[in-house]
């Protein structure tokens, strides 16, 4: 029995059926859109889901590494707002000192990067200082960052300047070989997040914290400053997203963002991690991710069913994808 | 006890396999009413596959379940539960947030459309006053110690009118005195007519409670006795199939130079100013009471809990605050709760291995074959014995568990190493391979704190002998002074309650 033991598992393995599950399902939907709508695999088309997906794409890698080790944040759609009225804000008010420039954009970025940074940080000193769940910590923040983008719109629309928007334009709409921005760095995020997940002490410290925390600080890691840094770099990659989004619209509002911790929790169960924690999968994130706008693009295109829908159509999935991972785990 | 009687619950020819394994051979077995049949054999031997058919938790592969000479009629536990077949398990099966109580009438409510609580609650009192146990009706589990939590789960067996009841190793969490209760039940029950499977790696219990004994070994029947057959150096031969020689290790250790100095220290709420050294080569023994605050000691050394007090490594004054300031001190904790606390069930043995060592192999990107080649290191010097590498540690026997966490532990090469219960639910054989471990540890100059509730342990093992009781040191013996007599005196706090109490501590 032992001698089995002794030999170091070789070979290529195939991944089980819970990682096949979501990439088959993706799979289908990119077959049944292709069926339904010619225009469907036009490189218009791919890059526009593609470039919509990115926005909570990113912010779903970093929601995989807050739910593997255990945590949940629902403030990331309204934080999201709130670091872009903020980042407009800021630009508008240092226009007249720098001027129209891309030091100015910098600026502007640096200030949604550090304002992500904080708004995390937040979250995860009362999740890991003060020892409240959570659940109750986000979704109070949830609120606050809503209302206050809401109270710096005053309750209208925050717009960037007009000759600034030109320039940041290209951000979301232009690219590198023919492939948008946003595209491209939601693929390194989604690169940068595997390879954290997998090969990296931070990934399996997540994994081990979501797995039994009790363990885990028996075994000489730091529980809480592993929790901090999920929520402080979830906190970053928000900030990264709005900065890939503010130039789509050049604007900012109550609604900015709406929902999107929800679709971004939703990619990340879709994807397969156990949203007990202990179990993170970052490329099942990502293909969560496709999954849900892919729904989306198919239910506008094929004009089936009424758009009205795609709620019901992306929650039935969501349930679903619970119910298999259920089935295995029972198995 | 009549053999002729007829059985209650019997197997008959039953093979049972995981894929392409199997790890039943072939099993004959019976319970009969008014007797208790002891089922022994070591960690991984077949018995809890046994309790879990003869429970209804899972299906044979083959072979009959027989309920009074019928096909056993449940394929549950629930179902089960309701034939008179009660399973008691080791992890208990009580929902914490409720009290005692509403766990015992769960599912069978008094009352029609509201509940009758003062029923329920007088019910409950009766149960409990007929187990002697001070549990009140209304405590929630969450607030009860492991001990009181078994008390109640026999509680809920007997309000079930069980009529064959299978214990998993009962008496693992409990004190002495809890043991004794147990025991009076046990013969209460048999009494009865209720007939009783029990299971226990501690020996002179099946001596003392068994009417027939079976001894499994790689899950087959390998000798069946009635009681008085077989002495307990009969069944430990017949379960690990050799002769076992003294289990514990020549004591030959020549403490060296003083490796730790404890002076006043304290870990509230419970612990309360001691003092201690601790030698090279030297393996310390703490003995006391569950609750008497070994853990709490041992969990404030290495900056599990809040301590306070002064403590000196190679002369220096050290402070430590965390595990990890513990693993830079060259300390190390083994927990008593490796399920819980040890190891991370639903992990490979790679990821569990190397989790708290996890630096050392690799940044910033970790090398899975460093951590493979530590494995396979570990696989071999800690004898672990896995079906498959990369299988779930929950899978694995708890013999093999413990070895992993004891391989886990020493990956970071501790100068000093606290054990705490090194052998708890552990077969005899897998324990007299950890406590060559331990020998061996010492033998290389690292010292070694034992924290056991097992007395022969304690002094099979020790070269010193620290006693706790209530929080404080009780005393302290070394050498030809470390007696049974004289560490169960120590424990008790009087002479003459020792005296009743001689063996488990």
Redesign the interface.
């Given at each position: 029995?032992?001698d089995?033991?002794?030999?170091?598992?070789t070979g290529f393995r195939l991944p089980g059926l819970s990682a096949l599950g979501p990439l088959l399902a993706l799979i289908l939907l990119v077959v049944l859109g292709a069926f339904l709508n010619d225009n469907f695999l036009s490189q218009g088309n791919v890059t526009n889901v593609l470039a919509r997906s990115a926005f909570i794409g990113m912010i779903a890698v970093g929601m995989t590494f807050v739910i593997t080790s255990g945590g949940l944040d629902l403030s990331v759609g309204s934080m999201a707002a709130f670091i872009a009225g903020v980042m407009i804000l800021a630009m508008n008010a240092l226009l007249p000192a720098m001027g129209v420039g891309v030091p100015l954009i910098l600026v502007g970025m640096a200030i949604a990067l550090g304002a992500g940074l904080l708004a995390g940080l937040g979250n995860g000193l009362l999740v890991t200082k003060a020892h409240i769940e959570p659940f109750i910590v986000t979704l109070g923040t949830m609120g606050i960052f809503r209302s206050l983008v809401t109270w710096l719109a005053d309750g209208g629309t925050i717009s960037l300047d007009f000759a600034v928007r030109q320039l940041y334009r290209p951000v979301y709409y232009s690219g590198l070989f023919g492939i948008a921005w946003p595209i491209l760095v939601f693929a390194l995020v989604a690169i940068a997040g595997q390879?954290a997940m997998r090969?990296?002490?931070f990934g399996?410290?997540c994994?081990?914290i979501g797995?039994?925390d009790?363990?885990?600080?028996?075994?000489?890691?730091?529980v809480d400053r592993i929790r901090l840094l999920t929520y402080v770099l979830l906190g970053l990659l928000v900030g990264l997203a709005t900065i890939m989004y503010v130039p789509r619209l050049g604007s900012a509002s109550g609604s900015t963002g709406m929902l999107w911790e929800l679709e971004a929790i939703a990619a990340v169960i879709i994807g397969g991690t156990a949203l007990k924690g202990?179990?993170g999968r970052v490329w099942g994130t990502v293909v969560g991710v496709l999954i849900l706008s892919l729904i989306d693009n198919i239910l506008i295109l094929a004009d089936l069913v009424s758009p009205y829908l795609n709620g019901t159509i992306q929650g039935v999935i969501i349930v679903l994808a619970v119910v298999l991972q259920r089935r295995k785990t029972a198995a | 006890m009549n053999t002729e009687a007829a059985p209650v619950l019997e197997l008959r020819d039953v093979r049972k396999s995981f894929g392409p394994i199997e790890i039943l051979h072939g099993i004959d077995f019976a319970l009969r009413a008014g007797e208790v049949h002891a089922l022994i054999g070591e960690n991984g031997a077949g018995k809890s596959t046994i309790m879990k058919i003869l429970g209804g938790f899972i299906e044979p592969t083959s072979g009959e379940v027989l309920l009074d000479g019928r096909p056993a009629p449940y394929d549950s536990g629930a179902e089960a539960e309701a034939a008179g077949v009660v399973v008691i398990h080791q992890e208990f099966n009580l929902a914490p947030d409720l009290t005692v109580s509403e766990n015992i009438w769960l599912g069978r409510e008094l009352g029609r459309v509201f509940l009758d609580h003062r029923a329920m609650r007088a019910g409950t009192q009766a149960l409990l006053d007929q187990l002697d146990s001070h549990v009140r009706p209304d405590a929630r589990i969450r607030d009860l110690p492991v001990s009181d939590r078994q008390m109640v789960e026999i509680a809920k067996a007997l309000a079930r009118k069980a009529r064959v009841l299978i214990m998993d190793e009962p008496s693992a969490v409990l004190t002495n005195r809890e043991v004794e209760v147990l025991f009076r039940q046990i013969d209460r029950l048999r009494a009865q007519g209720v007939a009783l499977l029990y299971t226990s790696h501690r020996l002179e219990e099946v001596t003392r409670l068994a009417d027939r004994i079976t001894v499994l070994r790689d899950g087959a029947v390998v000798r069946r006795a009635m009681r008085g057959e077989l002495t307990e150096d009969g069944m430990a031969t017949a379960m690990v199939g050799r002769d076992l020689q003294d289990i514990y290790p020549a004591k030959r250790h020549h403490a060296g130079e003083l490796a730790l100095e404890v002076r006043g220290f304290s870990v509230p709420p419970l612990v309360e100013d001691v003092s201690f050294t601790l030698k090279r080569g030297e393996v310390l023994g703490i003995s006391g009471l569950v609750g008497s605050g070994r853990t709490e000691l041992a969990e404030g050394l290495v900056g599990?809990r809040p301590a306070s007090g002064d403590m000196r490594r190679g002369g220096v004054r050290v402070r430590i605050h965390?595990?990890?300031e513990?693993?830079a001190h060259g300390m190390a904790?083994l927990?008593e709760d490796r399920k819980?606390?040890?190891?991370?069930?639903?992990?490979t043995l790679r990821?569990n291995l190397t989790?708290?060592?996890?630096?050392r192999f690799g940044?910033?990107?970790?090398s899975t074959e460093r951590e493979?080649a530590a494995?396979?290191r570990a696989?071999?010097d800690f004898?672990?014995?896995?079906?498959?590498?990369?299988m779930r540690v929950g899978n694995l026997s708890g013999g093999n568990q413990q070895k992993l966490l004891l391989a886990?532990t020493l990956l970071s090469d501790p100068e000093i190493v606290i054990i705490d219960e090194p052998t708890r639910g552990i077969d005899v054989g897998t324990k007299s391979q950890i406590y060559a471990f331990i020998d061996a540890l010492a033998a290389k100059g690292k010292s070694v704190i034992v924290i056991s509730s097992d007395m022969p342990e304690i002094l099979g093992l020790s070269d010193r002998v620290l006693v706790m009781r209530h929080g404080r040191l009780a005393g302290e013996l070394a050498g030809e002074r470390i007696s049974e007599t004289a560490v169960v005196r120590l424990v008790m706090g009087t002479a003459e309650e020792a005296a009743r109490e001689p063996t488990h501590v």
């Open positions: 029995m032992s089995a033991a002794l030999r170091p598992a390879v090969h990296t002490r399996r410290y994994e081990a797995s039994n009790k363990v885990a600080l028996y075994s000489a890691v730091n202990g179990y | 599990l965390s595990v990890r513990a693993a904790y927990t819980e606390r040890g190891l991370l069930l639903d992990k990821e989790l708290s060592t996890l630096p940044a910033p990107f970790l493979e494995l396979t696989i071999a004898d672990i014995r896995a079906p498959r590498r990369d886990k």
